[in-house]
Nanobody
């Protein structure tokens, strides 16, 4: 079983930046993929960014340019750097660790972007 814990959310003005952290209890090299999702109020959860065990990263076209996923293997932590934030980026950001065929989720981190 993998424990997942997100942190780093908060209130930020439009145009600002935040960095979210996703700490996992297993080595990031052993986890097939670590994925950031977000869920805005009243909307479905959507993919934000993914990093695979070998370090490959993927982003939906809508997230390219302002969001960057990275990792620190020594800390077993994946980061999501978010720049030039917009009010529509408001939501709960979740981290999903895909490990041995199962998904392990954190409880989410709330990001609020004010206009």
């Amino acid at each position: 079983q993998v424990q997942v814990f997100e942190s780093g959310g908060g209130l930020v003005q439009a145009g600002g930046s935040l960095r979210l952290s996703c700490a996992v209890s297993e080595s990031v090299f052993s986890i097939n993929a670590i994925i950031w999702y977000r869920q805005a109020p009243g909307k479905q959860r959507e993919l934000v960014a993914l990093i695979s065990a070998n370090g490959d990263t993927k982003y939906p076209d809508s997230m390219k340019g302002r969001f960057t996923i990275s990792r620190d293997h020594a800390k077993n932590t994946v980061y999501l750097q978010m720049n030039n934030l917009k009010p529509e980026d408001t939501g709960v950001y979740y981290c999903d660790a895909e490990y041995l065929g199962r998904d392990y989720w954190g409880e989410g981190s709330l990001v609020t972007v004010s206009s």
